[in-house]
């Protein structure tokens, strides 16, 4: 069984992040959606609160696991039995990110990253577009998934 770890800070999880796992699911057997804690950036961190909701969108999935954690990305996947790390590009600036991000985690841990590209009508999705949107009051709808949108494969 082939289990792929998806992190990030998913502030707040968009239909880009839905996209990515949908597509994942194609690719491995389960996906562990690893919700990152950084009390040093922010000490009111609500990383249990995003993966509450991220857990009750996949409640139906069966292979998708939330879990939140606060070590290095290599370690947890180490201890959640992660066989690679799954991550999504939009744009050349994230690809040059990933790469560098990909070579630490084989370096420190043997641990391979899968980047599937972004698809066309989600490229320009990003948690920091939704949360300046919704700083301004704005309807954010259209990026967010809801629980009616989540299903396996899509």
Do not use: W
Not at 55 to 64: C, D, F, H, N, T
Request: aromatic share 8%; charged share 25%.
């Amino acid at each position: 069984m082939k289990t792929a770890l998806f992190p990030g800070s998913f502030n707040p999880f968009t239909r880009g992040h839905q996209d990515i796992v949908a597509r994942g699911l194609r690719l491995f057997d389960r996906i562990i959606i690893g919700v990152g804690r950084n009390t040093a950036k922010n000490p009111h961190d609500n990383a249990d609160e995003r993966a509450a909701a991220i857990a009750e969108l996949y409640a139906a999935e069966p292979r998708v696991a939330v879990q939140v954690y606060d070590v290095l990305t290599v370690d947890f996947a180490r201890a959640v039995g992660a066989d690679v790390v799954l991550r999504g590009v939009r744009n050349t600036a994230d690809f040059e990110y990933e790469r560098q991000m990909a070579d630490v985690n084989r370096l420190i841990g043997g641990l391979e990253t899968v980047c599937l590209f972004a698809a066309p009508d989600k490229v320009e999705i990003s948690s920091s577009l939704v949360r300046e949107l919704q700083a301004f009051g704005k309807d954010v709808s259209d990026y967010l998934p809801s629980a009616g949108d989540v299903s396996a494969g899509d």
